[in-house]
């Protein structure tokens, strides 16, 4: 099967989007929110990754995160993915259904200027999808990190190229 927007990178600086099923806008809840940004966090720690931005939105999230040469982006979303789709699953109570869309895409970062335009592209997300009017009220994004330096359920780092 051929790959979709991926790279062959194995680790690296990536942006990252991911999917949900039929694009369902399923994510509704700060619970569900929750839940997401809970297993991010979860795998940043285990994998040693470094999340320098994210936005969780109704139907697709995406990440801008380094993950070190010990492990791999495929076996970290892979993971991920699986996870928040077994508690999500568990939370709203729902049997036997797909959460996401089996592969995601990827654009490995090499440069600041690329990481630049995908960091604004995450947190300007919400407001071009009419969900708030400014960043920084989208309380599921790294947004307020960056406006004010405060950290949420996800750890945020600075990239340092």
């Known amino acids: 099967m051929p790959l979709r927007h991926r790279t062959l990178q194995k680790s690296g600086t990536f942006f990252i989007t991911?999917?949900?099923?039929n694009k369902i806008r399923r994510f509704k809840s700060s619970k569900d929110y929750e839940i997401v940004l809970e297993k991010i966090e979860a795998y940043r720690l285990r994998d040693n990754a470094k999340i320098h931005g994210y936005v969780v939105m109704p139907?697709?999230?995406?990440?801008?995160?380094?993950?070190?040469?010990?492990?791999?982006?495929?076996?970290?979303?892979?993971?991920?993915?699986k996870r928040i789709a077994y508690e999500y699953l568990i939370e709203n109570k729902l049997e036997t259904q797909k959460l996401w869309q089996l592969r995601f895409d990827d654009v490995h970062i090499i440069s600041e200027e690329i990481f630049a335009v995908k960091l604004n592209y995450i947190h300007y997300n919400p407001v071009k999808a009419g969900l708030v009017n400014e960043p920084r009220d989208w309380r599921y994004s790294s947004a307020?990190?960056?406006?004010?330096g405060k950290q949420h359920i996800v750890w945020v780092e600075h990239l340092a190229l």
């Open 144 to 148: 307020g990190f960056y406006e004010n």
């Open 59 to 81: 139907n697709h999230l995406h990440l801008l995160l380094t993950i070190p040469e010990s492990h791999s982006i495929s076996s970290f979303m892979r993971d991920l993915k």
């Open 18 to 21: 991911t999917s949900t099923y």
